[in-house]
């Protein structure tokens, strides 16, 4: 293991893929001030050949290929962080050592940097759906917000009567959580052929018990073009989470846009239990932003709610609270400051920013949207 990582290590930093890695990454960072032409030569250009591709290659195997990828990477990073224990213990440590080190530790990063930006990362500085849809995403007011989550009010009482136990339990059955969601985005796909979902690659994470402690619902695998879903989370959430992660395969990188793509996947859905999923969480995200501005308001449609959805609520609320850990709140420490060093400065409240695109969209066209 040892001679075939430094071997490894030895052939990819000769001085020309030095030189190959810093002009990419300089590219990089030059073609993010540009998100037309993001949009254009990389998102409708190079990344769908890049992400078929994936998703042949890997969409068949009934695993996660990117979940044992990660998990060798991190058998890699604490192999090398035993030698370097070793070394400082047998008083082996000198400026050679450091030099190598720091040589082999950026070489990595930028390794990394640019794959990631290559095979995906590149998205989060496309023109994105607000582009594509001509929506006004801007500033809105406390009665936009009040109009808004009332109209998701009225439909995730309307979904919670339809969706019985026996459906609710189907989807229990990953194969045919996995089916509905890629139907999903085909029907959307006839009102929006920009979201045509082909070639499918989404898989339960191997991780699924440890994510409920590192506080992940899913993720989108570049690496392997993988859409990741916990599935150990409570059922009546991974429908959602499921159509947010194929909008990550799509090209949507920014948090707000992949819920919005979530949301119009779920709106066109023939299936209750993926409208009552989406319906459940756009209604969170409305009412905490409602709960801001008129807590009175707030409190009288939760107090409305039909008694699945506050049961439904009340389960999640157990289930984070039995998971919660010290761990969880570095991580996603960690997570925000990602999201921001990735064009998403709000970090992790990304995620509740769907509350303008949803009021863009409702505006636009009309109530019946929604």
Not at 294 to 310: C, E, F, I, N, S
Request: glycine content about 6%.
């Amino acid at each position: 293991m040892q001679r075939f990582l430094s071997r490894l290590f030895r052939h990819l930093m000769k001085s020309w893929n030095w030189v190959l890695l810093i002009l990419l990454t300089i590219l990089i960072k030059w073609a993010s001030w540009y998100p037309e032409w993001v949009e254009i030569n990389y998102t409708y250009g190079l990344y769908p050949m890049i992400s078929k591709t994936q998703r042949l290659l890997l969409g068949w195997i009934p695993f996660s290929a990117g979940d044992l990828f990660y998990g060798f990477l991190v058998l890699v990073l604490l192999f090398r962080a035993v030698q370097l224990v070793r070394v400082l213990l047998r008083r082996q440590f000198n400026r050679k050592y450091l030099r190598n080190g720091l040589q082999q530790l950026i070489f990595f990063f930028l390794f990394v940097y640019v794959f990631f930006n290559l095979l995906w990362g590149l998205n989060y500085n496309r023109s994105g759906i607000s582009a594509q849809l001509q929506l006004k995403v801007e500033a809105y007011t406390r009665q936009d917000v009040d109009t808004l989550t009332s109209l998701l009010y009225e439909r995730l009482n309307e979904y919670a009567t339809t969706v019985t136990p026996a459906r609710r339990d189907s989807f229990r059955r990953k194969k045919e959580l996995f089916q509905e969601t890629t139907a999903a985005y085909r029907r959307v796909a006839a009102h929006y052929p920009f979201l045509a979902y082909k070639f499918k690659s989404i898989k339960p994470s191997v991780f699924s018990y440890a994510g409920n402690y590192l506080g992940f619902q899913g993720y989108y695998n570049p690496f392997s073009g993988e859409a990741q879903v916990n599935t150990t989370i409570p059922s009546f959430l991974q429908p959602f989470v499921t159509s947010h992660e194929v909008a990550h395969q799509l090209g949507y990188a920014r948090e707000n846009e992949a819920n919005f793509v979530g949301f119009l996947a779920c709106r066109y859905s023939e299936s209750p239990v993926l409208l009552y999923s989406m319906y459940y969480d756009m209604f969170n995200y409305a009412i905490r932003e409602l709960y801001q501005s008129d807590t009175a308001r707030a409190g009288t449609l939760l107090r409305g709610l039909h008694p699945q959805v506050k049961k439904d609520r009340e389960e999640y609320r157990r289930f984070y609270l039995r998971h919660r850990n010290p761990v969880e709140s570095v991580v996603m420490w960690g997570y925000g400051h990602y999201l921001k060093a990735n064009n998403q400065p709000a970090g992790k409240e990304t995620y509740d920013e769907v509350v303008a695109w949803l009021i863009a969209y409702y505006k636009k066209f009309g109530a019946a949207a929604i």
